[in-house]
């Protein structure tokens, strides 16, 4: 018994001791680290919040996490942000979020290979557009952004200067001042537009009344001006301006001038997503402004997916220059819709253009003219043509993929209008894969001389020549009763002349213009939204097939890599996607 005590009390001595000196020799395991305390989070824009904290010493990073919605919703990882040396403030701006929608934030710490538990949760909206409004009275002559949250009004003639950016956010409206006559938007030689819009987000110029009481006219249009080509000499103005006269004064109307340019490749900036509705006001008698006004702009700026709606003028008017355009719709225009002159040598794919109706217009802003074309497309007149319609460099763009649908009635197209196309003036071009409805004098005016030399002076087509009309189907062109594919000559010598419809498959359907789409409004009739229209080809339309599948020669060189032929006629793919969905807006007032 007693030898048993005695070695039980010994064991209890050496296991003391032996816990005593493991204690004493071993490293206390490392705990998780502290959590962030005070999380903030701050909306930066429609699309963005930004996060703030403040750091703790030794952290080596953080997690932050985002779930929408003001409760429930899962949380997702957004950035792992390393940990600054010593404590201070962290920032993250968290972007391409959804516009007005609230979300919530938590933030982890990762320390010695352990995270945190959560911080505290923070919350906050993105901006709604519009949310504030601004006022730009003067002229823009540094760097600036337009942002979404915010609508601005253009109150006088705004011109963004040399060297100068104009940024502009998706989303974002601007409003042309209908109080402060002619009120418009001016991107000077020198200076750049990046307008880009989304499907979702874009960016829209329109009249500052309230819907339901906008008009034709209201205000001026987005004019850009650049360093590009141009076949006039001498100093020649930008059509409208300088009614303030040449001196320049901010925000107003002094003279600018467009030619003299020599810069092929100048670039002006981005254009994408971008409606310009109820411009057109006319500063000077027959001098209203375009929805899109392009004056020398070279071949490094881009202009894709624009509308146009209720224009007192022509929708997209081109002085010289080589700017590539795509994905083009006007609604309503009180003009043409491609214009296009003084030595343009760029190109254009995919173009819708429609009109239904005359529309009223501002009262005093200008009128409807009395020669509404699809395409009217001239060399060189007037002022400054040293050698004619031969001055040089030639009108020649390419047109390719459009659908341009007339009112039908020679009451809204003017007295001298009604021509689906006006090639004139010594201009030339590619036109191809087309379709051209319901214009009431004929399908084409080709007129002059110099025009038809572009051409080879022949009927028959040639891969060389610098005007050629190929693949294009026209519909209920013509006076009643009488379909007109070519306006008849009726002067000796000829001023009017013609291509082989045959050769040059240049088809004059028997078919209606209704017939060969999904949905467009009947003639006379007056729609009231963009879901009166859908420019897709109908079943067995026979502009499904018929297009010009593959270019040679010299239109093939023109086409280079912006243009692709296509099977089919007009600016929609039977099969494709409706391109002017969710962006555009159909309106009458």
Aim: glycine share 12%.
């Amino acid at each position: 018994m007693y030898f048993t005590r005695r070695a039980l009390a010994m064991s209890a001595v050496l296991l003391a001791a032996v816990t005593s000196a493991c204690s004493k020799d071993s490293t206390t395991a490392p705990s998780a680290p502290a959590p962030i305390v005070g999380v903030s989070v701050v909306a930066k824009s429609i699309s963005s919040i930004q996060i703030s904290f403040t750091s703790i010493a030794g952290d080596v990073s953080y997690d932050i996490e985002r779930a929408e919605g003001a409760t429930g919703g899962t949380f997702a990882a957004v950035k792992n942000v390393a940990a600054p040396a010593t404590a201070g403030a962290v920032t993250y701006t968290d972007s391409l979020l959804k516009t007005n929608t609230t979300y919530r934030y938590r933030v982890f710490t990762n320390k010695n290979s352990l995270k945190s538990v959560a911080s505290g949760e923070a919350t906050t909206a993105t901006l709604a557009f519009g949310n504030a409004a601004a006022t730009i009275s003067a002229d823009i002559g540094a760097s600036r952004t337009l942002y979404a949250d915010t609508a601005y009004t253009l109150s006088g003639f705004i011109h963004v200067g040399n060297g100068a950016t104009l940024t502009i956010q998706p989303g974002t409206v601007i409003k042309g001042d209908y109080n402060v006559l002619g009120s418009t938007l001016m991107i000077m030689k020198g200076a750049k537009i990046q307008a880009v819009g989304t499907a979702d987000a874009p960016i829209v110029f329109t009249s500052s009344r309230a819907a339901g009481s906008r008009q034709p006219g209201d205000w001026g249009g987005l004019i850009l001006v650049g360093n590009g080509l141009n076949n006039r000499s001498g100093a020649v103005a930008v059509e409208g301006t300088g009614t303030d006269g040449a001196t320049v004064v901010t925000g107003k109307n002094y003279t600018v001038v467009y030619n003299g340019g020599t810069i092929a490749n100048d670039n002006s900036g981005t254009l994408a997503y971008v409606r310009v509705e109820f411009g057109g006001y006319a500063p000077l008698q027959d001098q209203e402004f375009n929805s899109f006004t392009f004056c020398a702009i070279g071949s490094g700026t881009r202009g894709s997916y624009l509308e146009s709606l209720d224009g007192l003028d022509d929708s997209f008017e081109v002085f010289g220059g080589a700017i590539d355009l795509d994905h083009l719709i006007a609604f309503e225009t009180a003009d043409d819709v491609l214009d296009m002159s003084e030595g343009f040598t760029g190109r254009v794919q995919f173009a819708i253009g429609i009109s239904t109706n005359q529309l009223t217009p501002r009262t005093g802003a200008g009128f409807y003219s009395v020669d509404l074309e699809g395409i009217e497309n001239d060399g060189c007149n007037g002022t400054g043509c040293d050698l004619g319609f031969n001055s040089t460099p030639f009108t020649i763009p390419m047109i390719a993929n459009f659908t341009l649908i007339g009112c039908g009635l020679q009451s809204c197209m003017g007295a001298s209008g009604g021509h689906g196309m006006m090639l004139r003036r010594g201009t030339g071009g590619y036109y191809v894969n087309g379709v051209i409805a319901r214009w009431s004098a004929d399908g084409v005016s080709l007129r002059d001389t110099a025009t038809f030399v572009r051409g080879g002076s022949t009927t028959t087509p040639s891969n060389t020549a610098d005007l050629q009309l190929r693949n294009i189907l026209f519909a209920e062109v013509g006076p009643a009763g009488t379909p007109t594919l070519f306006q008849p000559n009726t002067a000796t010598p000829s001023t009017q002349f013609a291509l082989d419809p045959t050769a040059n498959s240049l088809t004059l359907s028997t078919a209606t213009a209704a017939s060969l789409f999904v949905l467009i409004p009947a003639v006379g009739t007056v729609p009231t939204t963009l879901s009166s229209f859908d420019f897709t080809p109908s079943t067995g339309s026979p502009i499904a097939t018929g297009g010009l599948s593959t270019f040679t020669g010299s239109m093939l060189t023109k086409a280079g890599t912006f243009v692709t032929a296509t099977t089919y006629r007009g600016a929609v793919d039977p099969a494709g996607a409706k391109w002017w969905a969710g962006w555009t807006n159909y309106a009458r007032n």
